[in-house]
């Protein structure tokens, strides 16, 4: 399920059977009924205008703005979907696709930034303004250049526990501080500057 969180806004969405349906907040009514899948990721984002659903092997952008919703682009992926991840703090709709140790960046209508490979399975993605953070399942967050894909900087949170989440305040401009989930039941402020976690 996702809600809608503008101002203005105000609906929530819910995928029932092979079908996302689209409510009104406040009277519960059905607005309107997007057929399409939805397995793998559902993700409202660009100032809930634009709706991310993935399956096992495609990905679709949605337009959220008429009454109508409508396909923006939708792509085949080169390899099984595990998750799909959008910058909700971007003008440029960015989007992560992951799949065990791979990821591809997209932007806009689903064009190709970049492939990257990592050391281990991706279990989270958040975006910076410039860069990528990976979270994988060795307990390690890497930072990876967001126009090459190239790697910066990889640290380590907790040895060999996943890396359930990560959640970026961007309200904060001078360093990238975030929350990161441990193994879905212990939770870490990281400040990427220095790699330094303090556990919560």
Same mark, same amino acid.
């Given at each position: 399920?996702? &809600?809608?969180?503008?101002?203005?806004?105000?609906?929530?969405?819910?995928?029932?059977?092979?079908? *996302?349906?689209k409510?009104? $907040?406040?009277?519960?009514?059905? *607005?309107?009924? &997007?057929?399409?899948?939805?397995?793998?990721?559902?993700?409202?984002?660009?100032?809930?205008?634009?709706?991310?659903?993935?399956?096992?092997?495609?990905?679709?952008?949605? @337009? $959220?703005?008429? /009454?109508?919703p409508?396909? *923006?682009?939708?792509?085949?992926?080169?390899?099984? +979907?595990?998750?799909?991840?959008?910058?909700?703090?971007?003008?440029?709709?960015?989007?992560?696709?992951?799949?065990?140790?791979?990821?591809?960046?997209?932007?806009?209508?689903?064009?190709? +930034?970049?492939?990257?490979?990592?050391?281990?399975? *991706?279990?989270? +993605?958040?975006?910076?303004?410039? @860069? +990528?953070?990976?979270?994988?399942?060795?307990?390690?967050?890497?930072?990876?250049?967001?126009?090459?894909?190239?790697?910066?900087?990889?640290?380590?949170?907790? #040895?060999?526990?996943?890396?359930?989440?990560?959640? #970026? /305040?961007?309200?904060?401009?001078?360093?990238?501080? /975030?929350?990161a989930?441990?193994?879905?039941?212990? $939770?870490?402020?990281?400040?990427?500057?220095?790699?330094?976690?303090?556990? &919560?």
């Open positions: 399920m996702q &809600i809608s969180s503008e101002p203005g806004e105000a609906f929530f969405l819910a995928a029932i059977g092979p079908s *996302i349906h409510f009104d $907040l406040v009277t519960k009514k059905l *607005i309107c009924e &997007i057929k399409t899948f939805s397995s793998n990721a559902m993700t409202l984002f660009d100032k809930d205008q634009t709706l991310l659903v993935a399956n096992d092997c495609e990905v679709r952008l949605w @337009d $959220l703005t008429s /009454f109508k409508t396909v *923006i682009a939708s792509i085949h992926a080169p390899f099984p +979907v595990t998750g799909a991840y959008a910058d909700k703090s971007s003008s440029s709709r960015s989007v992560c696709i992951t799949g065990g140790k791979d990821l591809i960046i997209y932007k806009n209508d689903l064009e190709n +930034v970049f492939q990257a490979h990592v050391d281990a399975h *991706i279990t989270a +993605v958040a975006f910076t303004e410039e @860069d +990528v953070l990976i979270g994988t399942a060795s307990g390690k967050i890497c930072r990876l250049n967001g126009q090459t894909g190239k790697s910066m900087q990889t640290f380590t949170v907790v #040895r060999n526990k996943p890396v359930t989440s990560l959640t #970026r /305040f961007t309200g904060i401009k001078e360093v990238n501080v /975030f929350l989930t441990i193994d879905n039941n212990r $939770l870490f402020l990281v400040k990427e500057k220095g790699g330094k976690t303090e556990e &919560i």
